[in-house]
């Protein structure tokens, strides 16, 4: 083992498994020849060395299929490139289904894949056990095999990776430890190893289930912790094929390949072991876990009922190891929010071997060009909250995580473990109003209200469920009447001083240099004009700005507008989030139900569309903003947290029966009428607000310019190749949930981003995105035929690039 380590690099990668010898290999391609990669044991002496190594393609959104796909296409000619071998094989996979619900939900995947390009074939039990004899079919709905899937060796591919990367000038340094990371004004300056200090421009944390614990080194919140995954090796099995397709029985819990005329039969069960929760000791190299039968005897049972010849085979081995998980069964990729040049690929919860190509490919671009290659919001680092690095939170969720991987994909599925976390100081009011709670960035929020007397649950379908009826009621309260929801989970921003305004009118593409007690709506963008954020400026002063964002991006808008603050800067920015309460009263009743508690005028006149004001709720100072995101008359009520649960009282005395508590399901029905986005489904930093329909609050022409905009100047005058676009079923039957494929002339052209039942158009709606190369306009709309597949079958659609309800926005202005 070398510990000639050189005193600088320009990226030094922490961690020898197959993910940093990816970030290694795919940044010397890029040109980066002075990378030096400090792996504490050896290369794959952590996870990698004893992963299964299935590389399927197949995950649940386009571009991380594309990243998987890379892998799997990667791994193909390694080893013509290096010479090192990496035992990777395609024989396919086959994905079994034993409900038809499971079959739905796997017909939706190979839709999915087809979209993608990814070849799929949907088989009856009859032909499933043609491409497997070994399985037993019986009892089998349906399945779907994937024939370019495969399996390698993860210790080859890792050091393939490894040659690829030192051939390019890469140096690997085994046996030293990363002790320490470096930093100065807010940059990442180097780390400190075992062996001496070494500067640089980058580092990049790829330490697998240590990814925590070296996140924490550097002030960074990498929320993942280690759980035991086991599988079992047989005994060598007389003429068994060398072709067997890898096999996923997701209903057992249980995946099988051939291993060297073996098989190998791994299981994902739904209460996991956490390890480690103390720390990962610091001599693991190549270790092992003890065994444990009774934890995994039920699903070895389940297997030999599907192979029945595993019954007259003995096992040669159980073997049992830890790999890292993170709170969404989601990587955490990028740049640290906490950190400038500090980035993070870890926590690959069971997929780092087929991930790593692409991920590595994926984040070496990050790096080399300062922004994500294509949209990576489902795994971006970013999207995870402070308290969700908490040792609880990730212990907890990780328990139930591992099991998910395989559990019912349902559509609204809700987690079960680590909650309650965040509650609003409406919670327990609406709690026992009937609340039944979902969960978003920790928050447990209204999903929708039970009947007085009824158990407020979930049920789970991909038809109707037993809420619906519920959600249809309470959309219909805020169409008809007035709804109240608790949209206390917004995050909420103060930025405040002399530069306040210069600050934001650099970093919104819509001009907020208004008066006190304008609210605008805005994107914040990019270089390349892409959308890094959605969200409402409301000016309270001329040196006081709030900033109102969704739950989901509370972290990564704060950083993104901090990082703007010039050091000179006299803006200071906070977070009141917690502090503020938010409760919206929506419908064409709102004004005069909220002209009962309040001596302001609320007319049209003296309180328009668009505007804010302090007014008065009881013994509440509230601000009160007319703005609305479900398309009525209302106003959100932005309420100290203390005085919130006596506001929510006040209105409901004074309301009665005309109004009603209303969930998210509802507010999802309501936007998707009036086609407004949703940041992180329907736009991304990929999307300008042209192509997003968003030109309307873009203020090209404002002075001094703003972030984004030279990007939006040369787009200005040309129609948008790509635009998000409205679908409606023509038939009211079917439900849409968002991911089903868009049909446009009889070709797959994408994925509804957003989808859901408009109950007020009673039908099913979506969002999506249309790409032409010629522009997309309403015209050719008009001549194409749209259809949306769902599980496979084809249901026209009408698409439009204006709202179906309301187009004008009348009712919100009225
Ligand atoms: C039983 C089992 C089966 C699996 N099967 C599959 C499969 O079939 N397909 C699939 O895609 N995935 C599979 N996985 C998952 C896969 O193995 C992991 O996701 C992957 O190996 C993670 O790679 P990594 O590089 O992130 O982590 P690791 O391989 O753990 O690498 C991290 C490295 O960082 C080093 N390190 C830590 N701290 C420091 C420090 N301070 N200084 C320097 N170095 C440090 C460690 O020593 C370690 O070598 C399986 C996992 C298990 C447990």
């Known amino acids: 083992m070398s510990t000639d380590l050189p005193g600088h690099a320009r990226a030094v990668i922490i ?7 990816s970030v290694a290999y795919h940044l010397t391609r890029l040109g980066w020849g002075d990378v030096l990669l400090l792996e504490r044991k050896r290369l794959t002496s952590g996870t990698t060395w004893h992963a299964a190594g299935l590389i399927g393609q197949l995950r649940a959104t386009e571009n991380l299929t594309r990243l998987a796909k890379y892998s799997a296409e990667l791994y193909g000619r390694l080893e013509a490139e290096t010479g090192q071998p990496t035992g990777f094989r395609q024989h396919g996979s086959l994905g079994l289904a034993r409900t038809p619900e499971r079959f739905t939900e796997l017909k939706r995947a190979a839709s ?34 994937i024939p370019t899937d495969g399996q390698a060796n993860p210790i080859d591919i890792t050091q393939a990776l490894a040659k690829g990367a030192r051939m390019a000038g890469a140096r690997i340094v085994e046996g030293c430890k990363v002790t320490g990371i470096a930093q100065a004004s807010g940059r990442v300056t180097g780390v400190l190893t075992e062996h001496g200090p070494v500067t640089a421009e980058v580092v990049v944390n790829c330490a697998g289930m240590w990814g925590r614990a070296i996140g924490r080194m550097a002030g960074v919140n990498v929320p993942l912790q280690a759980c035991e995954h086991f599988y079992v090796l047989t005994a060598p099995i007389a003429g068994l094929p060398k072709d067997l397709p890898v096999l996923r029985d997701p209903d057992g819990c249980l995946y099988v390949k051939e291993d060297a005329g073996k098989l190998l039969v791994g299981a ?30 039920p699903f070895l049972e ?30 955490h990729l990028g740049e640290a929010p906490e950190l400038k040049g500090f980035f993070v690929a870890a926590g690959f919860n069971s997929i780092g071997i087929q991930s790593a190509g692409g991920a590595g490919k994926a984040l070496a671009e990050w790096i080399t060009e300062g922004h994500p290659p294509i949209d990576l919001w489902d795994v971006d680092i970013r999207r995870m909250q402070p308290f ?16 998910l991987l395989y559990a ?11 909650r309650p976390a965040r509650l609003s100081p409406l919670h327990e009011r609406l709690a026992a109003r009937g609340a039944c709670f979902s969960e978003l960035a920790g928050w447990e929020r209204p999903g929708w209200f039970s009947e007085p007397g009824s158990t407020p649950a979930y049920d789970y379908a991909y038809g109707r469920t037993r809420w619906f009826e519920r959600t249809a009621a309470e959309h219909q309260a805020v169409r008809e009447r007035a709804g109240l929801f608790d949209l206390s989970s917004f995050g909420k921003f103060l930025l405040q001083g002399r530069d306040a305004e210069t600050v934001l009118q650099r970093v919104c593409a819509n001009d907020v240099a208004v008066e006190p007690g304008r609210v605008v709506y805005t994107q914040w963008l990019n270089e390349r ?35 703007h603050i010039p050091d000179d800067a006299h803006a200071y920015l906070s977070d009141v989030t917690s502090g503020l309460a938010v409760l919206g009263l929506m419908g064409p009743q709102s004004r005069e139900l909220l002209a009962r508690l309040t001596m302001v005028d609320l007319s049209n006149d003296a309180f328009p569309f668009g505007t804010s004001q302090e007014i008065e709720l009881g013994y509440a100072l509230v601000r009160a903003q007319r703005i609305s995101y479900v398309g009525e008359l209302g106003y959100e009520l932005y309420i100290a947290s203390e005085f919130a649960g006596p506001v929510l009282d006040l209105i409901q005395a004074a309301a009665g029966a005309e109004i009603r508590l209303a969930g998210f399901h509802a507010l999802n029905s309501l936007r998707l009428e009036k086609a407004f986005r949703s940041f992180g489904h329907d736009l991304g930093d990929a999307d300008t607000p042209f192509e997003a329909g968003l030109g309307f609050a873009v203020a090209l022409d404002k002075p001094g310019g703003f972030i984004g905009r030279d990007a939006l100047l040369r ?43 408009g109950h007020t158009l009673q039908t099913a709606l979506g969002m999506g995105w249309v790409r032409h190369p010629a522009g997309v306009t309403a015209e050719l709309l008009r001549q194409a035929h749209f259809e949306i597949e769902i599980a496979g079958e084809r249901h026209p659609a009408e698409a439009s690039l204006r709202p179906f309800f309301d187009p004008k926005g009348e009712r919100m202005r009225s």
């Open 15 to 21: 961690g020898g498994g197959v993910v940093g010898c």
């Open 112 to 145: 999915m894949a087809r979209t993608f390009g990814l070849e799929v074939e949907v088989l009856t039990p009859a032909e499933a056990g043609v491409l497997n004899p070994m399985i037993e079919v019986g009892d089998l709905v349906g399945a779907i095999f």
């Open 268 to 297: 994902f069960e739904p209460v996991a072991k956490p390890w480690g929760t103390d720390g990962i000791p610091d001599d693991f190299e190549f270790g092992e876990l003890p065994e444990d039968w009774d934890h995994f005897m």
């Open 302 to 331: 389940d297997a030999v009922r599907r192979i029945p010849a595993l019954a007259e085979v003995g096992v040669r081995k159980f073997f049992c190891g830890p790999e890292s998980f993170t709170p969404d069964d989601r990587y």
């Open 388 to 403: 969700q690095g908490a040792a609880r939170y990730v212990r907890d969720r990780a328990v139930e995580g591992l099991g």
């Open 408 to 418: 019912m994909h349902w559509p609204d599925r809700q987690y079960a473990s680590a």
């Open 529 to 563: 004009g892409g959308i890094e954020a959605d969200l409402t400026v409301t000016r309270l002063a001329s040196d006081r700005f709030m900033i109102t964002t969704s739950a989901a991006s509370q972290t990564r808008d704060f950083h993104w507008l901090r990082g």
């Open 715 to 757: 787009a200005r005058d040309t129609v948008p190749s790509k635009r998000l676009v409205q679908f409606k079923l023509l038939d009211p039957e079917p439900l849409l949930h968002h991911d089903e494929p868009i049909v446009m002339d009889g070709v797959r052209i994408g994925l509804l981003t957003s989808g859901g039942y």
